[in-house]
């Protein structure tokens, strides 16, 4: 009965906030971000008086809010521009979380004696990992440049499979004091491939399989379909880690899979309608409950902290507070030099090639290195370290570890909440960058269109008489005479109820054929990669929603 008073108050506290949030808007003059309330929200549930405790289970967390946020993240990324940067990503993704552990964890070692080597690297890969919901929150939608934004999305889905791949080689060599660089190395890719493999063959499974089983039509009820959809995010996390595998890798390729089978003729468009829908509210609550669950951790954590260092005087509690402070500093140094590294090396390959002012400037260098955020992964990571040896002792600097992560969380967020809004004021806010593209879009579809409509007259006319090739030719021209004929199908001429039927029955016919054609022309141009992903996916939201209201209104007139 506990747990699900709890569960309540969790969803209650993240409807509130959507509600507090919108508030506040209103009020203040600056905007205060989502995660930032909810994580407020979490720190007042966590008062003593209201006796709501959660005991964070790490493994728990990751196995049931990290794989269906992932998943989701990975079908809504647009794949275009993740290829097109592919190179940024896996630099960040990789590169500076290697980079981080290595540098991070000798400078942890070496300010913080007592904190035993593995245990630093171990720290080090659980600060790596960025958090882009927590960016998303706080930026706000639109307002960091596209192309910057799908670079820190793309890192933020990549790099939490890096960083915790390599704690759990940090916990090891914790563990067993032996290491082997060239072990870890091979592990990695094997660990990585396998992930990326069985998410995306786990994906197409459940998509491909039911449909060509059960002969699904677009009359059929839709929630079975949907439910296999939340089930393969989980489904894919579960079994790659129970094969030695990345479960996060895989819930990402399981998401990227995901966006490519909903697109196809297998999945009815009333399904790809309840799904979008579905994920979109799932999306909310599970975020608004990571945040949560931080905020419930954080006066627990830090608070303990604080206390017992009070007890040996201020000067032990200054000295938490400047390992956090020196941390956050080494972390946001660190990315700074590895982005400015990596915008040196852009800027001489776009030199060679005659091209000047081809790479961002230090103003997207200083919001790549601030939209480093860091979230519930982080804390997830540090939780799970062992508490004690194989030999029964503690394991030294465990809470130590536990609270620099909390502080760097909370610091990141709050230069985040801060820095952010400096940076991006008076920044020329771009047009709809894919707002030609859109243009050409519709244009094709309509194009395409408009052929359909052609054809199918064409075979309607050739089966009618003349009146009935009359009406068909009236349904094509003239769509506004939909509401005249439905006023005559209310009328008592029974004549005039027959004319008006087989007018409504051609029109439907005729706009079927042309959503369908508008829908392949958009698959083609995405397939040329005409068009991105964000574009696809509008239009063909507006041409589902079309066919839903024609089909719906053709079953109830049939009623």
């Known amino acids: 009965m506990d747990i699900v008073f709890t569960v309540l108050i969790l969803m209650l506290a993240v409807a509130l906030s959507g509600f507090i949030t919108s508030a506040l808007a209103s009020k203040l003059p600056f905007t205060l971000p989502l995660p930032l309330i909810q994580i407020a929200i979490g720190a007042c549930l966590a008062w003593r008086g209201l006796g709501l405790h959660v005991t964070f289970d790490p493994e728990l967390f990751m196995m049931l809010f990290i794989p269906p946020l992932l998943f989701a993240d990975g079908w809504r990324i647009p794949k275009r521009e993740f290829f097109m940067q592919r190179r940024a990503i896996l630099l960040l993704a990789l590169g500076l979380v290697f980079m981080t552990v290595g540098a ?31 960016l998303s929150g ?20 990549m790099n939490d499979a890096s960083g915790l791949v390599a704690l759990k080689f940090a916990i090891a060599a914790a563990l067993t004091g032996v290491f082997s660089l060239r072990a870890a190395s091979i592990s990695f890719v094997v660990i990585a491939v396998g992930g990326l493999v069985i998410g995306a063959v786990i994906s197409w499974l459940v998509t491909t399989i039911p449909r060509r089983i059960v002969k699904m039509s677009e009359d059929d009820d839709p929630a079975a379909g949907v439910i296999l959809t939340l089930l393969i995010p989980f489904a894919a996390y579960l079994i790659a880690e129970k094969l ?5 890798l895989s819930a990402v390729s399981a998401g990227m899979m995901m966006n490519f089978q909903s697109l196809r ?49 201020l000067y032990q509690v200054g000295l938490l ?33 005659g091209v000047s002012n081809a790479v961002p400037g230090v103003r997207t260098v200083a919001m790549t290195t601030i939209g480093g955020v860091r979230g519930a992964v982080t804390l997830a990571g540090v ?20 609270f620099i992560a909390s502080g760097t969380i909370l610091m990141s967020l ?24 859109e243009r050409i879009a519709r244009r094709h579809a309509a194009q395409a269109a408009i052929r359909a409509i052609d054809a199918a007259q064409e075979d309607l006319t050739g089966q009618m008489d003349e009146t009935g090739a009359a009406f068909c030719a009236d349904s094509t021209a003239r769509v506004m005479s939909l509401y005249r004929r439905r006023l005559e199908g209310l009328g008592d001429e029974e004549e005039s109820r027959r004319a008006a039927r087989q007018s409504e029955m051609v029109e439907t016919k005729l706009k079927m054929a042309a959503l369908r054609a508008e829908r392949s022309e958009l698959l083609k141009l995405r397939t040329r990669q005409a068009i991105n992903d964000e574009t696809l996916n509008k239009l063909m939201r507006e041409i589902d929603l079309s066919e839903t209201a024609i089909v719906s209104r053709k079953k109830g007139a049939s009623a």
């Open 265 to 313: 003729e297998i999945i009815p468009t009333a399904a790809r309608i309840r799904m979008t829908s579905t994920w979109t509210m799932i999306e909310f609550v599970f975020n608004g409950m990571v945040f949560i669950l931080l905020g419930l951790q954080f006066p627990h954590i830090i608070g303990r902290a604080l206390i017992e260092a009070h007890h040996d005087g």
């Open 321 to 353: 507070l400047g390992y956090v402070a020196a941390v956050v500093i080494a972390l946001y140094g660190l990315r700074f030099a590895w982005v400015w590294v990596l915008r040196w090396v852009a800027s001489r390959g776009a030199a060679k090639h």
């Open 383 to 402: 939780l799970s370290l062992p508490e004690v040896l194989p030999n029964g002792a503690a394991l030294p600097g465990r809470d130590l570890a536990i």
């Open 138 to 157: 706080i930026a706000g939608k639109g307002r960091i440049p596209a192309n910057l934004m799908h670079i820190l999305e793309g890192e933020a889905l």
């Open 414 to 437: 709050l230069i985040g909440v801060i820095g952010l809004p400096i940076l991006l004021s008076g920044l020329k806010r771009r047009g709809d960058p894919h707002a030609a593209e």
């Open 244 to 248: 030695g595998c990345s479960g996060i």
């Open 104 to 134: 991070l964890g000798w400078f942890l070692h070496v300010m913080i004696p007592v904190m035993p080597l593995p245990v630093a690297f171990a720290l080090a890969a659980v600060l790596s990992p960025t958090d882009a919901v927590a």
